[in-house]
């Protein structure tokens, strides 16, 4: 089944190249295509954070795997590509849940997003306190190591 999807915003940030670490003092701004009018936007800000759909259109197709250890650390388990989070994936489509810091007309700031400038958003949902699980989540011990520097 083919699937076509169209942009509805890009990234706007310091940040040019997809590195692993270092990403939460990362500011970034939203703004909506020509094609989406100002009122998608309409009382935003009554929510703290969104949930960020965005396409690695950097990533490079020749890159994707199904397995492999994750950063390629030896002390890592082999994993599945639908058991880690890297951009290297088959539909190259990642998702972060980030905090709403502004508002302003065709544009929002944001924090907390892992993407480079100029990727394009393919969609923002508030995030709601019931979509999120229930009861205690559960990961392996390594990803704990695994993003120690992610968010600082």
């Known amino acids: 089944m083919h699937i076509s999807l169209q942009s509805i915003a890009t990234v706007s940030n310091s940040r040019t190249e997809a590195t692993d670490d270092y990403w939460g003092n990362v500011i970034t701004e939203i703004v909506l295509e020509e094609h989406i009018p100002t009122e998608a936007f309409t009382n935003i800000e009554m929510f703290s954070h969104l949930e960020i759909v965005f396409y690695f259109d950097k990533a490079d197709d020749g890159d994707?795997?199904?397995s492999g250890r994750p950063r390629g650390n030896p002390a890592y388990p082999l994993m599945g590509i639908f058991g880690q989070r890297k951009k290297d994936r088959p539909n190259k489509i990642g998702l972060c849940i980030v905090e709403l810091l502004e508002h302003n007309g065709r544009t929002i700031k944001i924090k907390g997003l892992d993407a480079i400038d100029g990727t394009p958003v393919l969609d923002i949902k508030?995030?709601?306190r019931e979509f999120l699980p229930n009861?205690?989540?559960?990961q392996p011990m390594w990803v704990a190591d695994l993003m120690k520097n992610y968010w600082v």
Do not use: A
């Open 126 to 128: 508030p995030v709601f």
């Open 64 to 66: 994707m795997v199904y």
């Open 135 to 138: 009861g205690e989540t559960v």
